[in-house]
């Protein structure tokens, strides 16, 4: 992949800082499910559950 990378560098991710995201991370709500993360595969898994399981698997919270 080294090669097609140096000749397409556009296509590496972009990086993205999970600790910062992480600390100043709240709990998911409907509105907050539809703003984009700006993380590619993560908005992937957030539609993929909704569609599969509903969105109140993303917003009740079970921990404590």
Not at 24 to 38: C, F, R, V, W
């Amino acid at each position: 992949m080294k090669p097609f990378f140096e000749k397409f560098p556009h296509y590496l991710p972009h990086p993205f800082d999970f600790r910062k995201i992480a600390e100043a991370g709240k709990l998911h709500t409907k509105e907050s499910l539809i703003q984009d993360s700006g993380y590619v595969p993560y908005e992937r898994w957030k539609k993929t559950v909704i569609a599969t399981e509903g969105i109140e698997q993303l917003i009740t919270q079970v921990e404590f």
